[in-house]
């Protein structure tokens, strides 16, 4: 059974950047890894999403390492408002099936 | 503007009651989905639909059902509510069929059932 894990919480200051890895052991070569965000009271949104090496946008990067067992998502210099739950996505394409991670709660402090 | 909506934000019912969440997505989009979201658990998929009266279990469909009878909605349906259906429960929708499309998410039903 396919299985996504990332840590419980994590926590942070103001400026700094946060790191997320996401394990995903039986990851396919045509498999992508989502990242979603949910604040509180909100459904999750997305915020990235990649399949190898290393993606990056306006709001995250995504590394994802050769093996692509894991991958981290990072968040450059986070301010109070990125402290929210994020969620790891991997989509199987082998069994089409869906498998969030449980969460890493990030707190920002200022 | 993109929009995923759910007939509930909050939702108190008895054991034993049957229960109807609603969810309606304006982007025409094929598939929709049916979370419950649990602390330390995540996001657990129920049901998802890849189109019209179209249907496929998820991971957790014990004792529940789903409908969709037309593409912009998708019913979850709670036959005989019991407590530990006490959770939130997220919608979501999704253009095509490719797994790694974006899926975009309602602002969730809390149901409480005592």
């Known amino acids: 059974l396919a299985k996504t894990t990332q840590p419980i919480s994590m926590d942070s200051y103001e400026g700094q950047e946060v790191n997320i890895t996401c394990s995903h052991n039986?990851?396919?070569?045509?498999?992508?890894i989502t990242w979603y965000q949910q604040f509180p009271s909100q459904g999750p949104r997305f915020i990235i999403q990649g399949y190898k090496t290393k993606v990056t946008n306006e709001v995250a990067s995504l590394f994802i390492p050769a093996d692509r067992k894991s991958s981290t998502l990072s968040l450059p210099r986070v301010s109070l408002s990125d402290t929210a739950v994020y969620y790891c996505?991997?989509?199987?394409?082998?069994?089409?099936?869906?498998?969030f991670g449980a969460g890493t709660t990030v707190t920002v402090r200022a | 503007d993109v929009k995923v909506t759910q007939s509930s934000r909050y939702l108190v019912k008895r054991t034993g009651e049957k229960v109807f969440l609603e969810c309606v997505q304006d982007m025409d989009h094929e598939n929709m989905f049916w979370y419950r979201q649990d602390p330390g658990l995540g996001l657990r998929l129920i049901y998802f639909?890849?189109?019209?009266?179209?249907?496929e279990k998820g991971d957790i469909p014990e004792g529940y059902s789903v409908s969709r009878e037309k593409k912009e909605r998708f019913s979850l349906i709670l036959e005989s509510a019991s407590t530990n259906q006490t959770s939130m429960y997220l919608c979501?929708?999704?253009?095509?069929?490719?797994?790694?499309?974006?899926?975009?998410f309602g602002p969730g039903t809390r149901l409480t059932v005592l």
């Open positions: 996505l991997v989509a199987y394409t082998s069994d089409y099936k869906l498998s």
């Open positions: 979501a929708s999704r253009r095509g069929t490719s797994s790694y499309n974006e899926q975009f």
């Open positions: 039986n990851i396919a070569t045509n498999d992508y």
């Open positions: 639909s890849y189109d019209v009266k179209m249907k």
